[in-house]
């Protein structure tokens, strides 16, 4: 946003798009007329991989993040979007894990980069409503 209002599309100033979504000066996209209901959920499901990575508790990363985004993905295209993106963090955890001596080791870096992720999409979505992207993940869920 500059002084002007916001600006959409390259430096043009054109009509907010319907849906709420924003495009903010760092290019990323944000919907920032969430609810906060929505905006807990989101934290909750960033958390959640965190929690169960620190606990050792790893089945329940599946079945938190299914249960979050399975009540609330028809509510909200920001939770549907992040419930996609949390079940490719997963899917490649998972992928990793099956993957023998190489798999292991990427681990070493993944897990670090995931963790200290999850904390910053917790904060991205809880704060801003913005769409955040894990690094070093698989998208298998378009």
Not at 81 to 104: A, C, H, K, S, Y
Request: net charge positive; proline share 6%; with cysteine.
């Amino acid at each position: 946003m500059n002084d002007a209002g916001p600006v959409w599309n390259h430096g043009q100033r054109q009509d907010p798009p319907r849906d709420g979504f924003v495009v903010d000066s760092s290019g990323k996209i944000r919907q920032p007329a969430v609810c906060s209901t929505v905006r807990t959920v989101l934290v909750g499901s960033h958390l959640w991989p965190f929690i169960g990575m620190v606990t050792g508790t790893l089945p329940l990363l599946w079945i938190g993040v299914i249960i979050f985004w399975g009540i609330l993905k028809d509510r909200s295209r920001l939770v549907d979007d992040q419930g996609r993106e949390l079940m490719n963090v997963m899917l490649t955890f998972m992928v990793l894990v099956v993957i023998p001596i190489i798999g292991w080791l990427a681990l070493l870096l993944w897990i670090p980069v995931t963790l200290v992720s999850a904390i910053r999409g917790a904060i991205a979505t809880g704060r801003r409503g913005e769409y955040f992207r894990y690094p070093m993940t698989f998208r298998f869920i378009g």
